[in-house]
């Protein structure tokens, strides 16, 4: 995830001091790990420093002093060629469920009891974000990050599925008799 490209995106609506950059950055994905004030502010420095981004005043408004920052129309260009590039699929996906179940696979552990426990960890978490997606008062941006967190918990049901009917011949494979 590209924070300068975030911050730009959201300066892109209108000049903002960091403060609210931040806020906004946590509210738009909540899924993600929430931006330090620290990395806001430094990647707020960086995109000034090249041009992307540019100070639009300061103001108190009877507290402290706040910088608010726009982008430039460098920024915008910027933002739109990073925005149109295709990301290329990875070619293998290795996580720790997969790494697992080769490591029990591998050492003669229980590989079933494994996926059926994972099974109902993930089940566990469909639900919650089922629930999360059709409470009353979800924004789009909550909606669309527990769809795309769905369908990437199906992928690994499909697959702990498909990996538990092939068991017996992926251990005759690592342990022939």
Not at 164 to 170: H, K
Request: hydrophobic share 40%; glycine share 8%.
């Amino acid at each position: 995830m590209s924070t300068r490209h975030i911050l730009l995106g959201l300066l892109a609506s209108g000049p903002s001091h960091g403060y609210d950059l931040k806020r906004r950055h946590d509210e738009r994905f909540p899924q993600a790990r929430p931006l330090a004030y620290g990395q806001v502010y430094t990647t707020l420095q960086r995109l000034v420093r090249n041009g992307l981004a540019e100070v639009d005043g300061t103001a108190s408004d009877g507290g402290p002093e706040r910088t608010a920052y726009r982008a430039t129309e460098e920024g915008v260009r910027e933002l739109a060629r990073w925005a149109a590039q295709i990301v290329p699929p990875a070619p293998f996906v290795t996580n720790e469920l997969f790494t697992k179940v080769v490591v029990a696979i591998l050492t003669g552990g229980d590989a079933d009891a494994y996926l059926l426990a994972q099974r109902a960890a993930h089940m566990c978490r469909v639900r919650e974000l089922g629930a999360l997606k059709t409470a009353s008062g979800s924004d789009l941006t909550t909606v669309l990050s527990a769809e795309y967190a769905l369908a990437h918990l199906d992928a690994d049901l499909r697959w702990m599925t498909a990996t538990a009917a092939q068991l017996t011949s992926l251990a005759a494979e690592v342990c022939p008799t």
